[in-house]
């Protein structure tokens, strides 16, 4: 068994403009977990998590600590508050993004399978995300990262010889 404690991790941060950033701190990384992982999101107000997107591999789950916000899911969108355990099964009844629309920050955990390799969609852009060699949060190095638009599909054969 390994323990952290989240204060002890130093948080990691994405910015992505305005509307988009979050802070992160990877818990079950820290204290060596494989097949289940678990992130603590703290996401400012007014910003948005992850693009709109879904897992077709791995199951996802968000569990509010505190504030308040949005989650958009396959259906439309539902508030979040402290206290809130959602479920999001791999496919497109997953699909989600968590939208903190409160004046105050958003505070989450977010907790996933990590099974590899894995392949995202993304609805709104049109792109599909395969990764391999590392689940999605996982620490270790890829072997394929790549992301494309739908509309970039070749025909299986294309470009191969006989």
Do not use: Q
Not at 13 to 37: F, I, N, P, Y
Not at 81 to 88: K, M, Q, W
């Amino acid at each position: 068994m390994n323990r952290v404690n989240a204060d002890d991790l130093e948080w990691e941060e994405t910015d992505r403009g305005e509307s988009v950033g979050w802070r992160r701190r990877k818990l079950a990384a820290a204290a060596g977990g494989e097949d289940l992982g678990c992130s603590l999101y703290e996401l400012p107000a007014g910003k948005r998590a992850w693009p709109y997107h879904y897992h077709a591999g791995n199951e996802e789950a968000l569990y509010v600590l505190s504030g308040e916000g949005t989650l958009r899911h396959a259906d439309g969108e539902i508030a979040l508050r402290a206290g809130d355990y959602v479920a999001l099964p791999a496919g497109e009844d997953g699909a989600h993004r968590v939208i903190n629309d409160s004046e105050r920050s958003l505070r989450y955990l977010a907790m996933s399978t990590m099974r590899d390799p894995e392949v995202l969609v993304y609805p709104d852009s049109d792109k599909v995300g395969a990764m391999a060699g590392a689940a999605p949060g996982g620490a270790d190095e890829r072997d394929v990262d790549a992301y494309f638009r739908r509309d970039d599909a070749v025909d299986y054969w294309d470009g191969e010889t006989e």
